[in-house]
């Protein structure tokens, strides 16, 4: 009778060959799981890379080169990042329609999926700035007037101190940025378009590029009412240097001509 007692099973021992056998089976998820999911995530990218690199040689390659390498045409796509396509090509400005001395905005012609496997191909090139997330660019609970500190310190020396956009040298110019999406905002400060500079995170953290979104959206909007009365397209002194001389000097030259035809006629009379 006591060694049938030692024999039996104590009551939780089924309860403790099931748990470890739960524990088990966990482990094995653990183990295969994340490397599918891997696998996976890499086939995906594989493939967009691959489209990607379809839509480059029809749209891009006789400008850029076959491989990004850049040609007389255009230059080397080796390191611009997945940002800069995202920006280039999701504003119209690539595939450019003839060349000059500034790449205008146009309608884009590509849909936002065929825009994501141009990005991972030339992603694939070298690195560079990456797209950034929603997350990143959002400009919900950011500072608009410290946006526009920042903005008037860094941008308005091209883009007027409203975002209204300004002339530069040699047939350039600084665009207006109303109507600018708060994602391709961003992507321009990240990766710098054509003649502006470039603000990485390391000059130029995320959330003050945030505040200067904020910023500019702020003084575009429809709801924005203009202390100064007409705004004469927020150009500054020179729109309002303009109207001064064409408008208060031809009213003046009116009204001396008006004085003298009338002082004539008095004097005849």
Known sequence: MKKLSARRRHPLAAVVV????LAATGGLYAAFAPAGTAKADETAQSLAIEEGKKLYSVGCASCHGTGGQGTSDGPSLVGV????????????RM???QPGAQVPKKKNIYSQAEIDQLAAYIASLGAGPITPTEKQYDPAGANAAKGGELFRNNCAQCHNFTGK??????????????????????????????????FPDT????????????????????KTDSPGGLSLGGLGPVSEGLFAWVFGLGALIAVAVWVAAHTAKAKKS
Do not use: C
Not at 81 to 92: C, L
Not at 170 to 195: I, R
């Open 18 to 21: 099931l748990l470890l056998a």
């Open 81 to 92: 990042g997945s940002a800069s396509v995202d920006f280039q090509v999701g504003t119209g």
């Open 95 to 97: 595939p450019a329609q």
């Open 165 to 198: 956009g300004g002339a530069l040298t040699h047939g350039k110019y600084a665009p207006d940025l109303a109507g600018v999406s708060p994602k391709h905002l961003y992507e321009a400060m990240q990766t710098g378009p054509q003649n502006m500079p470039s």
């Open 203 to 222: 000059t130029m953290p995320e959330q003050q590029k945030k505040d200067i979104i904020a910023y500019v959206q702020a003084v575009n909007s429809d």
